[in-house]
T-cell receptor
Framework: KAGVTQTPRYLIKTRGQQVTLSCSPISGHRSVSWYQQTPGQGLQFLFEYFSETQRNKGNFPGRFSGRQFSNSRSEMNVSTLELGDSALYLC?????????????FGSGTQLSVL | QKEVEQNSGPLSVPEGAIASLNCTYSDRGSQSFFWYRQYSGKSPELIMFIYSNGDKEDGRFTAQLNKASQYVSLLIRDSQPSDSATYLCAGESGGSYIPTFGRGTSLIVHP
């Protein structure tokens, strides 16, 4: 069974630009969550999509948005990039029907904002 | 605000010793707890989860939960250099099913 796939692996952007990251979950998983990981703040929850609907949202500004398609693939968009957006963005999938579920993480997208 | 606190370390232990990693949480509504291991440059992977008070053992790993003290720990017996990684503790409340992660503890097992 293929794992969680994130593309691209690395991105370099400049301030003010926007970026779109992609995540393909494990087949059969309907929940996709996005996390931002930085050395200072650790792993912070951005949002979760389940069956094409945003089910949960973290405390990030509106510049961070996402969506999920009917095949459960998800995209995350960051507009008007700031230097502080430089981070590893991780996507995680799970079945999503109940709690106590293991998260399966992708390899992440390392975003650098110059 | 839900918080999960971990000592960032690094925690350095000799090969063969017991490594003890600790985590406290603020949300009394947290019901389930997870330990993820993250090697440098890699993504986190689950190694243990626990939701009942007491101990849960899996191979060299033992997770301990004390809900009254809001404390979770992970013991690694017979530590190996390959256990050197960052260990992330996460707590999940009923309802949202979204785990809140601590910042992780760096473990170094030296030969």
């Amino acid at each position: 069974k293929a794992g969680v796939t994130q593309t691209p692996r690395y991105l370099i952007k400049t301030r003010g630009q926007q970026v779109t990251l992609s995540c393909s979950p494990i087949s059969g998983h309907r929940s996709v969550s996005w996390y931002q990981q930085t050395p200072g703040q650790g792993l912070q929850f951005l949002f979760e999509y389940f069956s094409e609907t945003q089910r949960n949202k973290g405390n990030f500004p509106g510049r961070f948005s996402g969506r999920q398609f009917s095949n459960s693939r998800s995209e995350m968009n960051v507009s008007t990039l700031e230097l502080g957006d430089s981070a590893l963005y991780l996507c995680a999938s799970r079945l999503g029907d109940t709690g106590n579920e293991k998260l399966f993480f992708g390899s992440g997208t390392q975003l650098s904002v110059l | 605000q839900k918080e999960v606190e971990q000592n960032s370390g690094p925690l350095s232990v000799p090969e063969g010793a017991i490594a003890s990693l600790n985590c406290t949480y603020s949300d009394r509504g947290s019901q389930s707890f997870f330990w993820y291991r993250q090697y440098s440059g890699k993504s986190p992977e689950l190694i243990m989860f626990i939701y009942s008070n007491g101990d849960k053992e899996d191979g060299r790993f033992t997770a301990q939960l004390n809900k009254a003290s809001q404390y979770v720990s992970l013991l690694i017996r017979d530590s190996q250099p390959s256990d050197s990684a960052t260990y992330l503790c996460a707590g999940e409340s009923g309802g949202s099913y979204i785990p809140t992660f601590g910042r992780g503890t760096s473990l170094i097992v030296h030969p």
